[in-house]
């Protein structure tokens, strides 16, 4: 069963590119990958989601190595209103539905 | 309007008391979730349901009990509510297995 792992916090600054990464090593070949933003007292809204290489949409990338082990949530110039808790979730094909634990998202003027 | 939404917003009860949190989506999504994010944490599926009449345990199911007679709703309720049942649950629908989430804003439900 795929457990994923996510850094506590980070922070960074207005206009800079932040990467964030989940582990999940014992990730299935099915299994997806996906990512959410949540801002306080509300429910967390997708970002993103993958199976593999490289997926691009309007507000982020998401980065998943050949092996599948880990996935980077890269958004591009960020924003004070950036500033979020960012999840990870791997589902999969039996559906269990993997949170990681979050990380907060500290966006500096 | 469309969407989903959670009633009540905010609920005190007493240790022991049933309590019913509601789930309301307008898109015809077969599945719907609940989960319960405790403070600064993340989130835990405690039910889910793959359409009407179908409801399948979670990672936290002990102590609470799930139904969907109808696709739009998806209430759950804690028959007997303890302290530790104290969080914030969040609703969520989706078309398909593998498909978006989306959340509804939640119900934040105090034990005393």
């Known amino acids: 069963l795929a457990k994923t792992t996510q850094p506590i916090s980070m922070d960074s600054y207005e206009g800079q590119e932040v990467n964030i990464t989940c582990s999940h090593n014992n990730i299935a070949t099915n299994d997806y990958i996906t990512w959410y933003q949540q801002f306080p007292s509300q429910g967390p809204r997708f970002i993103i989601q993958?199976?593999?290489?490289?997926v691009t949409n309007e507000v982020a990338s998401l980065f998943i190595p050949a092996d599948r082990k880990s996935s980077t949530l890269s958004l591009p110039r960020v924003s004070l209103s950036d500033t979020a808790v960012y999840y990870c979730l791997v589902g999969s094909s039996n559906y269990q539905l993997i949170w990681g634990a979050g990380t907060k998202l500290i966006i500096k003027p | 309007d469309a969407g989903i939404t959670q009633s009540p917003r905010y609920k005190i009860t007493e240790t022991g008391r049933q309590v019913t949190l509601m789930c309301h989506q307008t898109?015809?999504?077969?599945?719907m979730f609940w989960y319960r994010q405790d403070l600064g944490h993340g989130l835990r599926l405690i039910y889910y349901s793959a359409a009407a009449d179908i409801t399948d345990k979670g990672e936290v199911p002990d102590g609470y009990v799930v139904s969907r007679s109808k696709t739009e709703n998806f209430p759950l309720t804690l028959e007997s509510a303890t302290r530790s049942q104290t969080s914030v649950y969040f609703c969520a629908s989706s078309p398909g297995r593998s498909d978006t989430q989306y959340f509804g804003p939640g119900t934040r439900l105090t034990v005393l």
């Open positions: 898109w015809s999504h077969s599945y």
């Open positions: 993958g199976y593999k290489t490289k």
